[in-house]
Nanobody
Framework: VQLQASGGGLVQAGNSLRLSCAASGRTFSSYAMGWFRQAPGKEREFVARISRSGGSTYYADSVKGRFTISRDNAKNTVYLQMNSLKPEDTAVYYC?????????????????WGQGTLVTVSS
C-alpha cells in the first residue's frame, strides 16, 4: 500500500491542524493505521493508532486528550486532528500501516510508511 501524508504547516501554539494520509494500492481496510512523529535530533515516536474498522484507537500519553485519530475507509484516508498544539509537537509526522491486529507502537511493527509532513508550532 502506498501512503501520502499531507496537511502539515506552521501554526501558533494553542491552535489546531488536521493531517490526512491517503492510501492507494492494497485494501486500505485490511490495515490498522498509525501516526508517528520525529522531531529534529530525536527518535521517531509513536503518536496514535486506529484499528482496521476505526472502532478502536490508542494514543501516546503526550497527545492523549488533544489529538484524535480517525479513518474513512470509503475514502482510503486516515486523519489526525491535532488540537491545543504545543511547541513540543513540532516534528515531521508520518502515517504508517500495519497488518497487526493487536495494538503496536514501534516503528518496526509497521510495514508501510508515508513520506512525512512537517508540523511547526510557534510559541
Amino acid at each position: 500500500v502506498q501512503l501520502q501524508a499531507s496537511g502539515g504547516g506552521l501554526v501558533q501554539a494553542g491552535n489546531s491542524l488536521r493531517l490526512s494520509c491517503a492510501a492507494s494500492g492494497r485494501t486500505f481496510s485490511s490495515y490498522a493505521m498509525g501516526w508517528f512523529r520525529q522531531a529534529p535530533g530525536k527518535e521517531r515516536e509513536f503518536v496514535a493508532r486506529i484499528s482496521r474498522s476505526g472502532g478502536s484507537t490508542y494514543y501516546a500519553d503526550s497527545v492523549k486528550g488533544r489529538f484524535t485519530i480517525s479513518r474513512d475507509n470509503a475514502k482510503n484516508t486516515v486523519y489526525l486532528q491535532m488540537n491545543s498544539l504545543k511547541p513540543e509537537d513540532t516534528a515531521v509526522y508520518y502515517c504508517a500501516a500495519t497488518d497487526s491486529i493487536v495494538v503496536v507502537t514501534t516503528r518496526e511493527q509497521y510495514d508501510y510508511w508515508g513520506q512525512g509532513t512537517l508540523v511547526t508550532v510557534s510559541s
